[in-house]
């Protein structure tokens, strides 16, 4: 790998892993769709992003839940570097969710992983102008 080159690691600092940290998201009452995705945001602070994920039963089987869970983490595992932050409010933590569709491959996924945090993203930043 060339010197400097952006690693494309999912490590534990690239998840919400807490109850806290997911309601702490739902809390920021931002969200977008994208396709069957459903992205919530907030701000985090932190130089990196981090991904969370809840996808219910209602979604469907263990296996399908799994596969839609695998293809959402290699998505962002390689846009991670891609996803806006600023070095006063840092990157964003994003909680997705989704509706029950049928499974669309990694490039789909990433197209609107991608999508809605753009638009998160414009969203974000209109609310920051708004208020100072």
Same mark, same amino acid.
């Given at each position: 790998?060339?010197?400097?080159?952006?690693? %494309? %690691?999912?490590?534990?600092?690239?998840?919400?892993?807490?109850r806290?940290?997911?309601?702490a998201?739902?809390?920021a009452r931002?969200?977008?769709?994208?396709?069957?995705?459903?992205?919530?945001?907030?701000?985090?602070?932190?130089p990196?992003?981090? %991904?969370?994920m809840?996808?219910?039963?209602?979604?469907?089987?263990?296996?399908e839940?799994?596969?839609?869970?695998?293809?959402? /983490?290699?998505?962002?595992?390689?846009?991670?570097?891609?996803?806006?932050?600023?070095?006063?409010?840092g990157?964003?933590?994003l909680?997705?969710?989704?509706?029950?569709?049928?499974?669309?491959?990694l490039a789909?996924?990433?197209?609107?992983?991608?999508?809605?945090?753009?638009? %998160?993203? /414009?969203?974000?930043r209109k609310?920051?102008?708004?208020?100072?």
């Amino acid at each position: 790998m060339a010197a400097g080159a952006a690693k %494309l %690691l999912f490590r534990p600092k690239h998840r919400l892993t807490h109850r806290r940290q997911f309601e702490a998201v739902h809390a920021a009452r931002m969200k977008t769709p994208s396709g069957p995705l459903v992205v919530h945001s907030r701000r985090n602070g932190l130089p990196h992003p981090r %991904l969370g994920m809840s996808i219910g039963r209602a979604f469907g089987g263990a296996v399908e839940r799994n596969r839609l869970k695998r293809c959402l /983490r290699e998505a962002f595992r390689l846009m991670q570097h891609d996803v806006p932050s600023s070095e006063e409010f840092g990157s964003y933590d994003l909680l997705v969710t989704a509706r029950r569709h049928e499974d669309s491959g990694l490039a789909k996924y990433s197209t609107w992983l991608s999508d809605a945090i753009s638009r %998160l993203d /414009r969203e974000w930043r209109k609310r920051e102008a708004r208020s100072g």
